[in-house]
């Protein structure tokens, strides 16, 4: 929820979902006619079995793939069909994601990951940094704001990425 855009009360909406990966002449459908509905501000889980399309549906649904049918719908606007442009902004404006492993950047400090996504959307850094400071304060960290990834804990590098996000 960036960008100043409240994001709660819409809705996800996922109908008719198909995604198939096709290797050496072998189809796998990873999703077949996935068809449900996410609230703004609600927690959800995905829970299934190793291979059962967690992952595949995860990645539609943060616009980081396309579904081969079916229609992904945020907010009312479909975001199964935008082109790579489009899906780039729709990640930057629209979601935030707390990856297992950070990908925190690691030549730079704590404010630094936390900005850089308003920053590469043209925010200001004079507007930019202080916010940063402000949603890693969130987190708990206000006192490691300067620290690189590789100078703060497992739990702390975390926080950095739940700030970013
Ligand atoms: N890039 C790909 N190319 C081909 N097949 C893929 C690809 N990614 C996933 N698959 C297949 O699609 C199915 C769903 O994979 P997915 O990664 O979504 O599972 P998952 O539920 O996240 O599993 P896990 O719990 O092990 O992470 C699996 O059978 C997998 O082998
Ligand atoms: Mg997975």
């Not at 290797?23 to 609600?42: F, H």
């Not at 199964?80 to 950070?102: A, C, N, P, W, Y």
């Amino acid at each position: 929820m960036t960008n100043g855009t409240d994001t709660r009360g819409s809705v996800m909406e996922l109908t008719d979902v198909v995604r198939e990966y096709h290797v050496g002449g072998q189809a796998v459908r990873a999703l077949d006619g996935i068809s449900l509905a996410l609230t703004g501000g609600e927690f959800a889980s995905v829970v299934g079995p190793s291979g059962a399309g967690k992952s595949t549906l995860l990645h539609l649904l943060g616009a980081l793939d396309s579904p081969d049918s079916g229609s992904i719908r945020f907010g009312g606007n479909e975001i199964g069909t935008l082109g790579d442009e489009q899906q780039s902004e729709f990640r930057r404006h629209q979601v935030g994601f707390i990856f297992q492993f950070f990908n925190l950047l690691p030549t730079m400090s704590a404010w630094e990951n936390v900005a850089i996504p308003k920053l590469l959307d043209g925010v200001r850094m004079s507007k930019a940094k202080p916010e940063a400071l402000a949603l890693l304060d969130m987190v708990g960290l206000g006192n490691r704001t300067d620290h690189r990834p590789a100078e703060l804990s497992g739990g702390q590098m975390q926080r950095v990425a739940v700030a970013r996000a």
